[in-house]
């Protein structure tokens, strides 16, 4: 049974991208209609803030930790059996 | 009167389960019987325990054993309920010395947590580190060992820095008892001892311990440890040092070191240690920020992040239980074989993250909120850069390289029924949590006015994690595991010991051969000297009394190698047994 939701979820991975995407622009739109009690600064009054700051910060992190591995922290697996 | 005080203290049951359970070995029904009937009895003792107890004066101390108030009792409920899903996670386990280890271990916790002076605390912390390194050794491999040791020696060296602190403080104000520390009267002294506590929260730059040990921990131990010892680490920062500045930068500070680490780490277990680092810093924070909402938030995360981190743990070890690996590389496309397991990793993984509905959600939230209210936008925005962090790498990345993505073709299984159950009793507590916040919030030691389920929250929570996803799979070549491994700051004593080493072992053979030479020239003649004149003096005077004190120092010595076993589990068993009973003395006396 759900061996059988799961099988056919990963056979529909086109279905489940555009359901996603609907859903991001409902979060989006939802935020138009959130009441804002007691801003704490400026990017709590920006409607929208809060997707901007979870892609950019997605990439960031992953940009620049990614970037860190690469150049300098990423070692063999025996790097300290050695 | 006196066993009354003895028997009510949670930690005695532990520590009488640890010695009874080796007598139990070829009993399997009893065995688990006394495995699952101790944490429940301690579950249900600690909601009848008086406000204090077990007060003992000895040498001159006052020990307090027992100091109950809202703040200890949060913590003994989740730590007693943690100590029974562990339990029954742990209940195929063959191996007795890894239950005694484990009950120690609890045991060693509660005792911090109920303690009301430094000299007990230290006690029970220094046995919490002690049993704990067992836990990691019961995985056998070569690995694991060396990690134990190192593990050991920076819990050692944290004990001392906490011990010295604690004789300081003792010198300058006569006084051992465990309050509260005002920040603007702190001395020297109290930073040694926040140092000590920093150290088990795993506080940058001395956090490298956990990420180095717990992953080579043994399947059930990295479940034990995971919520043990650095919740016991934010219990004692929160009763002592709540509202310095430094907990609330360093804080911020773990939850986005954590996190980064944890995005670019292969092993499934090492990535969940990253997390405890960085979620720990949410608490670490909370309590530097020092508000009343702030700490009651750094209280209820800690008690939302023992279940969904443990949960967690139990799913990423039933895989490593039942394929071999932990390792992202190697695994992949699960969701097949072990469907169950998925189900309840992907709960902990959106716990974790914070979904509303579920327990990261109504507690997370909290310090995040305390945060902004005190004006403090920096920590605000780190904290919520690492919900972001937390999202894309245990909501997301995990589970996708672990169940779905490539398929691996790792042969698995459903793993074994109980800890299957133990999971799904750890699911369901955070789906409770996130629906009945009240059942958590009324547990806290102030009181609480705050909503977390209000529209604003709401989108804001679901723009963040909707639009991280979007990062995710717009990254996720990038993403891809590969069979590597990244420096952190344990390299100082992994590598540069061995540095140090070599540059220390020149002076240090120089000077050790010169002394040879000045002992073999000048000291040998001394010493032959010397022994002709006591060789004199023992053959007149002394050899017929001391004979027969000899020969008996000879028979013990033989009587104590046949105690000698060799077994590892006799030890823990014997220098459980003498701690119990130097225990029972001490509160009788």
Redesign the interface.
Known sequence: M??RI??YL?EHSLMLKRI?FV??AL??V??F?????AP??FG?SII?F??????I???G??I???G??HV??????D??DK | MISSTVLIHPTTWFLMGAVLLPLLNKREKLKKTVLIGIPIIAFTLIHWLPDSFGQVSYLGFDLVFGRVDQLTRVFLHVFTIMAIIGCIYGLHVKETGQHIAAFLYVGGSLGVTLCGDYLTLFIFWELMAFASTFLVWYRKKRRSIDAGFRYLLVHTAGGLVLLAGIFLRYKNVHDLSFVQIATNGATFADYLIMIGFMLNAAVPPIHAWLPDAYPEASVTGAVFMCAFTTKTAVYVLARGFPGFEALAILGAIMTVYGVGYAAIENDARRILAYHIVSQVGYMVCGIGIGTAMAVNGAISHAYAHIIYKALLFMGAGAVLEMTGTSKLNELGGLYKRMPLAMIFTVIGGISISGFPLTSGFVSKSMIIAAAGESHRIGLLLMMTLAAVGTFLSVGIKLPYFIWFGKDSGVKAKDAPWNMNLAMGIAAFLCFFIGIYPEYLYKMLPFPVNYHPYTSYHLAETMQLLGFTGLGFFIMVKKLKPKPKMNLDLDWFYRKGARVFMRFASRPVLSSDSWINDVYRSIGLRLTMALAKAISWFDWEGIDWTIDGSARGVVEGGNRLRSLMTGKIQHYIGGALALTFIILILVMLV
Do not use: T
């Open positions: 759900l061996l799961l099988n990963n996603f859903f991001l979060f989006v939802f935020d209609s959130a009441a804002r009690h704490h600064f709590d929208g809060w997707s901007l700051f979870g892609l910060g997605c990439l992190l992953i620049v930790f990614k860190l591995s300098w922290l990423e070692k063999k697996e790097y300290y």
